[in-house]
């Protein structure tokens, strides 16, 4: 299974927002409402922030929102903040002959 | 909250075998509604989901690991394991573990801490 496709790095000033592509393909992203996005900060696990492509963990600011058409999904930050400055993943359920999952290569994000 | 902490050897020496194991805390590894799995990611590149366990002892695995990775468990002492055998230097990674569901709960979370393995002579 191949890796889901995320641009590499993505910036914005405070207060923009700013949107990160996860592309994949007919087997997994368009296949299955199961995108989930990562937060990870340098040297720190990843922190689940999107589950189901839109559902938001209790407790992760409601700036976080995602979205899927067809085999891409994507991640909206709102209103950015010096604090959202990270790496964030995307992963999909990608059933072949059996249960897999596929992440994507991760995308920086760098508030200016 | 349930807690994950991986613990095993930071070296590995070539053709040897990694093995790793995750002990769960606050919690039980006997949950029906939950699956046990390994992700590693190499310095510098994106994660890679390696293999998955259920507390009865079913397992799945990625096609890029299945001839050389074996994940166990054992309720008994909540943890679940992770062997790779004849490791090169390519699988210098950070290694989680972490907890996710199949039929419901399809998200990794939470995540133990990492921990890196280097694969040198």
């Known amino acids: 299974q191949s890796a889901l496709t995320q641009p590499a790095s993505v910036s914005g000033s405070p207060g923009q927002s700013i949107t990160i592509s996860c592309t994949g393909t007919s087997s997994d992203v368009g296949s299955y409402n199961l995108v989930s996005w990562y937060q990870q900060l340098p040297g720190k696990a990843p922190k689940l922030i999107i589950f189901?492509?839109?559902k938001r963990p209790s407790g992760v600011s409601n700036r976080f929102s995602g979205s899927k058409s067809g085999n891409t999904a994507s991640l909206t930050i709102s209103g950015l903040q010096p604090e959202d400055e990270a790496d964030y993943i995307c992963?999909?359920?990608?059933?072949?002959?059996?249960?897999?999952?596929?992440f994507g290569g991760g995308t920086k994000v760098t508030v200016l | 909250q349930l807690q994950l902490q991986e613990s095993g050897p930071g070296l590995v020496k070539p053709s040897e075998t990694l093995s790793l194991t995750c002990t769960v805390s606050r919690g039980s590894i006997n949950s029906p509604l939950y699956y046990w799995g390994w992700i590693r990611q190499p310095p510098g590149k994106g994660l890679e989901w390696i293999g998955t366990v259920y507390y009865k002892g079913s397992t799945y695995y990625s096609s890029s690991f299945k001839s050389r990775v074996t994940v166990s468990v054992d309720t008994s002492k909540n943890q679940f394991s992770l062997k790779v055998n004849s490791v090169t230097a390519a699988d210098t990674a950070v290694y989680y573990c972490a907890r996710h569901g199949i039929q419901s709960n399809n998200w990794f979370d939470p995540w133990g801490q990492g921990t890196l393995v280097t694969v040198s002579s």
């Open positions: 992963c999909s359920y990608a059933r072949s002959m059996t249960p897999n999952w596929v």
């Open positions: 189901e492509v839109s």
